[in-house]
């Protein structure tokens, strides 16, 4: 049984984080909690490893849709094909948007990490994410928007939604080789049971 302390987390800062000079910003974040980053990659990616990255199912697209129906009436504009089909543009869009400059690709490790970083990330849309959150804090991009303009929301960040979703995606940008194992000293203070060799 591995040891709740080893869960990783995958995260990409997207082209706009890049864009906007917030990698030390983002980065900042999550390490501050003590989490540990065990592997890094910068780079333009190709376009069908995001395709397999992105693998939505039609429960997604339907939602996604809908709610980009709902927007365009909103906002006056015609609507034109099924919800589903709006749904299958997010992606077509995002993957577009993902491959139109560097993005910095990171595993990070360690007690609850994909929900740590979930949290710290905020909710998918900035303009309505937490204060306090990196998409919150740092950019106001909203689902209004994007379906005026006919784009993926450009909210600086990906990251995995659960650990069974790391799990599928780390392999498809990580081999095991180019992810380190190491100990950080910090770890002893978050982790150890017996907190021996403090004190002098
Ligand atoms: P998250 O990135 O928070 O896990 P999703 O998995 O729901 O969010 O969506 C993946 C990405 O697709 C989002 O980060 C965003 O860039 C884009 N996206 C999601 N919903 C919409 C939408 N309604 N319109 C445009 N782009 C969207």
């Given at each position: 049984?591995p040891?709740?302390?080893?869960?990783?987390?995958?995260?990409?800062?997207?082209?706009?984080g890049?864009?906007?000079?917030?990698?030390?910003?983002?980065?900042?974040r999550?390490?501050r909690?003590g989490l540990?980053?065990?592997?890094?990659?910068?780079?333009?990616?190709?376009?069908?490893k995001?395709?397999?990255?992105y693998n939505?199912?039609?429960?997604?697209?339907l939602?996604?849709g809908?709610?980009?129906?709902?927007d365009k009436?909103?906002?006056?504009?015609?609507?034109e094909?099924?919800p589903?089909e709006y749904?299958k543009?997010i992606i077509?869009?995002?993957?577009k948007?993902?491959?139109s400059g560097?993005?910095l690709?990171?595993?990070?490790?360690?007690?609850?990490?994909a929900?740590v970083v979930?949290?710290?990330?905020?909710d998918?849309e900035?303009?309505t994410s937490?204060?306090g959150?990196?998409?919150g804090d740092?950019?106001?991009?909203?689902y209004?928007?994007?379906?005026?303009?006919?784009?993926a929301?450009?909210?600086?960040i990906?990251?995995?939604?659960?650990?069974?979703?790391?799990?599928?995606?780390i392999?498809?940008w990580?081999?095991?080789?180019?992810?380190?194992e190491?100990?950080?000293v910090?770890?002893?203070?978050?982790y150890?049971?017996?907190?021996d060799?403090?004190?002098?």
């Amino acid at each position: 049984m591995p040891h709740p302390k080893d869960e990783r987390t995958f995260v990409i800062i997207k082209p706009d984080g890049v864009q906007r000079a917030l990698v030390g910003e983002i980065i900042k974040r999550y390490e501050r909690t003590g989490l540990k980053l065990v592997g890094v990659k910068f780079g333009v990616a190709e376009e069908k490893k995001f395709w397999d990255h992105y693998n939505k199912d039609d429960a997604w697209f339907l939602k996604k849709g809908t709610k980009i129906a709902e927007d365009k009436k909103a906002a006056g504009l015609p609507v034109e094909k099924e919800p589903i089909e709006y749904g299958k543009d997010i992606i077509r869009q995002l993957v577009k948007f993902m491959t139109s400059g560097p993005v910095l690709m990171m595993v990070w490790e360690g007690n609850q990490a994909a929900a740590v970083v979930r949290k710290i990330t905020g909710d998918t849309e900035p303009a309505t994410s937490d204060v306090g959150t990196i998409r919150g804090d740092l950019t106001v991009d909203s689902y209004g928007i994007a379906a005026v303009d006919d784009r993926a929301v450009r909210n600086l960040i990906h990251c995995s939604e659960n650990v069974d979703e790391a799990k599928r995606e780390i392999p498809i940008w990580f081999t095991d080789k180019e992810m380190t194992e190491y100990r950080l000293v910090g770890e002893q203070i978050l982790y150890d049971v017996n907190l021996d060799g403090i004190l002098e």
